[in-house]
């Protein structure tokens, strides 16, 4: 059996060189400003907070909780890799990312409307039909584009969408994506096969 120490020492080697592909969307702890708690989220909490630069902006700050464990911080460092290369209108776009210091933290576009589901529990009366298709035609937009680009979301649901004040919606939340490849005519999943008896069938 490995021993503990070990463990972590390869855990910090991989989150070490998985930081290491941001480049230029590494931010430092000063690069930004936290404002008020708007969410919690998988692995920590987010807050509405400014980016200081190069513009000044308004953004959605998603914090990995201090007490992570290194596999905690691989998953969390993972999911802002996963949205790294992601540019759709209808998918919420990766700001940066700061990892040197704890607590590590992902910025977000900030999207003002919140989630589909408070939206649409909020007391804004019936939608009519050609807005339901509309909500409908952004969010399948967005998840054919993931398609597109070898992903799939694995956990697309009211609360992983977000509204902006355009009420332009955007599929959010990528810590349970996972990358796909196509062999041999069947999909598979980095880390194994995909559940495909759970899974619409088409042809």
């Known amino acids: 059996m490995p021993s503990l120490l070990a463990c972590k020492s390869r855990s910090f080697f991989l ?7 941001f480049g230029p969307l590494a931010l430092h702890p000063q690069d930004v400003s936290v ?19 190069p513009v000044l ?15 905690e911080q691989e998953l969390f460092v993972r999911e802002a890799l996963r949205m790294k290369d992601l540019k759709h209108e209808n998918v919420v776009s990766l700001i940066g990312v700061q990892y040197q210091r704890k607590p590590i933290f992902i910025v ?28 409908c035609v952004q969010v399948m937009s967005g998840l054919h ?16 969408v977000l509204i902006n004040e355009k009420d332009v919606l955007k599929v959010s939340d990528f810590g349970l994506s996972r990358s ?21 069938f088409t042809q």
């Open 108 to 135: 977000l576009e900030y999207l003002g409307k919140g989630d589909l589901r408070k939206y649409l529990l909020g007391g804004r009366g019936l939608l009519n039909i050609p807005t339901q298709v509309d909500m």
């Open 35 to 53: 404002e008020e708690k708007v969410g919690e989220g998988q692995f920590g909490f987010v807050h509405r907070g400014k980016l200081l630069k």
């Open 57 to 71: 902006s308004i953004v959605a700050i998603k914090f990995l909780k201090e007490t992570a464990e290194f596999q």
């Open 15 to 21: 989150l070490s060189s998985l930081v290491a592909e």
């Open 180 to 200: 796909l490849y196509v062999s041999q005519g069947q999909y598979k999943k980095s880390g194994g096969m995909l559940p495909l008896r759970w899974m619409v």
């Open 145 to 160: 584009y993931l398609q597109s680009m070898h992903y799939v979301h694995r956990d697309i649901a009211a609360r992983n």
